[in-house]
């Protein structure tokens, strides 16, 4: 069974930076394509970005266009959510997810209900 363990999320100012991190066990990362999420409170989970298995095509939601950078280190078993010029409304807990018929895939699913594997969480929090 896999796991996905996010990281590096915290309180930053309103154009400030973050690096998160998902790291996974259980299963090679390398072979999926993966995806982040995020839900704020009394919101939808909704999707950020994603990264096909192969790390050669992208995805991010309009919101994360141009601020966000998805990437992945395959040796690490890890994905990365590059975050720049951050905005209150990015406030939430971001999530790294996995599906299993994300299996070399280059298309990764924008629909969360299509995910069966999820870490933690991480919280983002971002000052005005």
């Avoid at 990264?51 to 078993?77: M, V």
């Avoid at 951050?86 to 994300?102: N, Q």
């Amino acid at each position: 069974q896999v796991q996905l363990v996010e990281s590096g999320g915290g309180l930053v100012q309103a154009g400030g930076s973050l690096r998160l991190s998902c790291a996974a066990s259980g299963r090679t990362l390398s072979s999926y394509a993966m995806s982040w999420f995020r839900q704020a409170p009394g919101s939808e989970r909704e999707f950020v970005a994603a990264i096909s298995w192969s790390g050669i095509t992208t995805y991010y939601a309009d919101s994360a266009k141009g601020r966000f950078t998805i990437s992945r280190d395959n040796a690490k078993n890890t994905v990365y959510l590059r975050m720049n010029g951050l905005k209150p409304e990015d406030t939430a807990v971001y999530y790294c997810a996995m599906s299993d018929r994300g299996y070399r895939s280059y298309y990764p699913s924008p629909v969360h209900g299509e995910y069966e594997n999820w870490g933690q969480g991480t919280r983002v929090t971002v000052s005005s």
